[in-house]
């Protein structure tokens, strides 16, 4: 056998493995937990934008707090890190091998792929690392200001701060507007939905991306203000952030419209962790 037709099966083999029925378990299981958590994080900003707030935080850490309080609260937070972990492979594989579709391995989609591993694998940690006893480990705010502040202190800090912050603002803006062209449409197993199943998706996948959007692009628009005032208490994580959102002119309302896209955008994910085409 030539190095060509070596290379070749070697290449057939890793994208076989790479879109294996196990990679596909882990990419549904993880949109079902990224599901679980947006949804509670919705659930409890609703709650403050009504007055019934039950003192946990509205992001990541307030919504393990809510999934531990529960019956089997351990098993499910090591149910959710588990999945965090599938979706991080699900990704790894991407950047490594390409995704689905017939743009799937160009340079532009695997290097997506890879950020999107990176991002799911800091969330996995601090998931994993709730589940065996770092209560802090899943608070936005503590982690936004913890690590503005450490960010700042380095040489040119301020600049990397405030390009990271544009950066966020910029994916927030990314986000909400790819959800509002339904660009998800292009993953979705069509062929196999049905009419009520396609209008759900639509509903779910627009509302609850631009909220999604939104709330990056606001982050980011805080960590950019952090780093021209030299501040890191500007920074904001994402409790901190919904809870501007009924500060503003529109009072509360635009908070509970924010949170109620958050839960729109979990059953979305539990809509993708069936429908998508993985």
């Known amino acids: 056998m030539n190095a060509r037709a070596w290379t070749f099966r070697s290449r057939a083999v890793a994208q076989r493995a790479a879109h294996s029925s196990a990679v596909e378990t882990g990419a549904r299981w993880g ?73 799937g391995r160009k340079a532009r989609k695997r290097a997506l792929s ?11 940690y601090s998931v994993l690392a709730f589940a065996v006893g770092d209560r802090g480990s899943g608070s936005s705010d503590r982690q936004s200001r913890d690590i503005t502040a450490r960010v700042l202190e380095l040489p040119a800090g301020q600049w990397i701060v405030g390009v990271g912050g544009v950066g966020i603002a910029c994916a927030g803006v990314w986000i909400g507007v790819r959800a509002a062209l339904r660009k998800y449409r292009k993953h979705l197993r069509t062929a196999a939905m049905s009419r009520r199943a396609r209008r759900a998706v639509d509903v779910t996948g627009v509302a609850g991306g631009v909220a999604r959007g939104l709330v990056f692009a606001v982050a980011g628009g805080f960590a950019t203000r952090a780093a021209l005032t030299y501040d890191p208490s500007d920074a904001k994580g994402l409790d901190d952030t919904l809870r501007t959102f009924a500060a503003t002119a529109a009072g509360p309302w635009l908070l509970v419209a924010t949170a109620t896209g958050l839960v729109l955008f979990g059953v979305f994910s539990f809509l993708m962790a069936r429908w998508r085409r993985v």
């Open 114 to 124: 890879a950020a999107r591993c990176v991002f799911y694998a800091f969330v996995a």
């Open 31 to 103: 949109l079902a937990a990224r599901g679980a958590i947006y949804l509670l994080i919705g659930v409890l900003a609703l709650q403050v934008a009504f007055g019934s707030d039950s003192g946990r935080e509205a992001d990541r850490g307030g919504a393990l707090e809510e999934l531990s309080a529960q019956p089997f609260g351990t098993v499910l937070l090591w149910a959710v890190g588990a999945g965090l972990v599938g979706m991080v492979l699900w990704r790894l594989s991407e950047a490594l091998f390409g995704a689905a579709g017939p743009d």
